[in-house]
């Protein structure tokens, strides 16, 4: 039961793992495609398990990269005040900040919504293209951390609320025409989600490494 | 709690935070121990987490108030000139009927930062004191923190969207205030405070025997 890694060597030694955010080790146990493991004294995530094909994850991953490309290049909404029509797509709107002088805000609306967003689903296409043909990415020790700082740096969907809330706060005094971005934006959403829940930190290590030399069993 | 469970640290054995893989630590004759699988920087606990976290929470504290009293959108019309702080924009939400929405921003702009910045002054804290109480409660505490974080951008792109799109020359220009600026720095200041703060060290003083400190 104790998954002390001192204990004698069972028949199968299977990985010892260190929860993330109580430092508590435990065996590694097998968990059903798509379930979690959580740690047994913090109930934090020690890891998900693997789908048995990439194909899925790869799937929702290349279908976001279209939606990004699309919400990028059209409008995301026209107004019309008094027959005067203004539209304006995401990287207008990084301008228009900039233009008022307000860089660091237009900044960081540029990293969290273009630049970030961009490299992650790159990143995640350049990890899972040669996975699936068997062979290891290049670089993946880099490639790894930049996915890892990039993550929480991703906010499309807090983006599209705001969206909403901009919206609605308009339609109090002009006419307010949704353009193709806006559909693109809710349904690159929910695929982002998707991607994210499907795409697999560990599975990427286990496939590229099945058994790393300096690895402590139990 | 029955005997102590074994922590990594306590046992000698690192765990990766890039990969995760847990390796043994090499012997003590000083130099950084990298992991065997992804070479990244192996650490016991996050180094200098605290001290870092404590710096970026108070630069977060001093943005706050900027935040929320400068304005953080400028309207200007013919009808003359307002300005919008946060809490007028939640105001101006709710008096026009959209109560969903009002309360989805007074949470996103104001509940959230203002939650963030006192748990994880509470953390901080408490982890300095080596305090034993609830750490199941404060490690789901500092989950938290790190998943709802990013909704305080709420405002800065709703800010973002009127100003492009609400330029009509004389007719309406709506142009971004400098609580933007205060408020984004609020948001990005807490979300760096949080990732320095590492949550083992709530742990830690169940477990007398782990003096490994990096
Ligand atoms: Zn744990």
């Given amino acids: ?218 | 709690m029955n005997a102590t469970p074994a922590t990594a640290a306590a046992c000698g054995l690192l765990s990766c935070h890039v990969c995760g893989l847990v390796s043994r630590a090499p012997g003590t004759g000083g130099g950084t121990a990298h992991c065997p699988r992804c070479s990244a920087r192996l650490h016991f606990r996050k180094p200098n987490g605290t001290s870092r976290a404590w710096a970026l929470l108070i630069a977060a504290y001093i943005m706050y108030i900027p935040a929320n009293l400068l304005p953080i959108m400028e309207t200007s019309s013919l009808f003359g000139s307002e300005n919008d702080t946060i809490m007028s924009g939640v105001i101006f939400l709710w008096s026009s009927g959209s109560w969903d929405l009002a309360g989805l921003v007074f949470i996103a702009s104001i509940l959230v930062p203002l939650m963030k910045l006192i748990a994880l002054t509470l953390l901080l804290v408490s982890v300095q004191c080596r305090a034993r109480w609830l750490p199941v409660q404060r490690t789901r505490l500092y989950r938290l923190v790190e998943q709802v974080g990013r909704w305080s951008m709420l405002d800065i792109y709703v800010v973002t969207i009127l100003a492009a799109l609400v330029q009509i020359g004389s007719l309406a220009t709506i142009t971004a205030g400098p609580a933007a600026l205060a408020f984004g720095a609020v948001v990005v200041l807490t979300m760096f405070a949080a990732m320095q703060f590492d949550p083992r060290l709530i742990w830690d003083p169940f477990h007398q025997e782990s003096q490994h400190h990096d």
């Fill in chain 1, 1 to 218: 039961m104790s998954p002390h890694p001192t204990v004698a060597k069972t028949i199968t030694a299977r990985p010892v793992i260190a929860c993330h955010e109580c430092d508590l080790l435990q065996r590694a146990i097998a968990v059903p495609p798509g379930g979690v493991a959580r740690c047994r004294r913090c109930g934090g995530e020690l890891y998900r398990a693997a789908h048995r094909r990439l194909d899925p994850t790869l799937a929702l991953v290349l279908a976001a990269a279209v939606l990004f490309a699309v919400a990028n290049a059209f409008p995301i909404v026209g107004l019309e005040i008094q027959g005067i029509r203004n539209v304006t797509n995401l990287f207008g709107a990084v301008q228009a900040l900039w233009n008022q002088e307000m860089r660091p805000i237009a900044a960081l609306v540029f990293l969290t919504t273009i630049l970030m967003p961009a490299v992650n689903l790159a990143v995640m296409i350049y990890l899972l293209l040669p996975l699936k043909l068997g062979r290891r990415p290049a670089g993946l020790t880099v490639i790894m951390r930049v996915l890892q700082s990039v993550k929480p740096w991703g906010m499309l969907e807090v983006f599209m609320l705001g969206i909403i809330v901009a919206l609605v706060k308009l339609t109090h005094f002009a006419t307010v025409v949704p353009g193709l971005a806006l559909w693109s934006f809710a349904v690159l959403t929910l695929l982002l989600a998707a991607a994210a829940a499907s795409f697999n930190v560990r599975d990427v290590w286990d496939r590229a490494y099945p058994a790393p030399r300096g690895e402590v069993r139990a």
